[in-house]
């Protein structure tokens, strides 16, 4: 199901995550789930079409680890800072994914996450020999070549539900960076070969962009 809704005057994209709606499309189906907000759709319409294919992809991975992760809820898809993002619905859920070609590149984009988190760390630990990180906001592509989906879509439904994991009222288990991540939402899918990706692990240094 895909509804409307208005937020602060502007029209959102509301996706209601059931059964493998969205999983189906991030599989052997090409097919782009359609967009509702021509914003939204506009912003991948102005890259060149390599790029914008594989932008286009890494929307259908987002999508697709909703419907296989329900506790995500209904998922907004919007602009911001004209990039295209999303976020839960519901308040206190997880914190907002965004993707975009990184600045003044034809050939690289990427996966922005929220740098005040713990997150990109606990990717490094996940997925240590599968993706290239940028500082601690974000997961770098390039185009042309393949994206590990499996780690990935975990990658984005551990964001998604961030903060269901990390309540004031949840204590954690250990002190430090843990795994528990990992165990919230299945083990790490890197250690089947077939989910293998281009990158060792590496980083690019990078100011937090809030």
């Not at 914003?39 to 594989?54: L, T, W």
Request: hydrophobic fraction near 40%; proline fraction near 8%.
């Amino acid at each position: 199901m895909i509804e409307g809704k208005f937020h602060n005057n502007r029209r959102l994209n509301r996706f209601e995550a059931h059964g493998n709606g969205f999983a189906a499309r991030a599989g052997g189906n090409k097919m782009s789930t359609p967009f509702r907000d021509p914003a939204v759709k506009a912003a991948f319409d102005a890259h060149a079409k390599p790029m914008r294919s594989s932008l286009l992809r890494l929307r259908e991975l987002v999508l697709a680890s909703v419907s296989e992760h329900p506790r995500v809820g209904a998922l907004i898809e919007t602009l911001k800072w004209g990039e295209p993002a999303w976020l839960p619905a519901a308040p206190r859920v997880g914190t907002t994914v965004r993707i975009n070609a990184l600045r003044r590149s034809s050939t690289q984009y990427a996966c922005y996450f929220h740098c005040k988190t713990t997150l990109i760390r606990t990717f490094r630990l996940l997925y240590p020999e599968i993706f290239l990180f940028e500082g601690d906001r974000a997961i770098v592509f390039s185009v042309g070549d393949s994206v590990a989906e499996e780690p990935f879509k975990h990658c984005v439904a551990l964001a998604l539900t961030y903060h269901l994991r990390h309540s004031p009222l949840t204590a954690p288990r250990a002190p430090g960076l843990t795994l528990d991540d990992a165990t919230d939402l299945g083990e790490p899918l890197g250690q089947d070969p077939r989910h293998g990706g281009a990158f060792a692990s590496k980083t690019i240094p990078r100011v937090c962009k809030p």
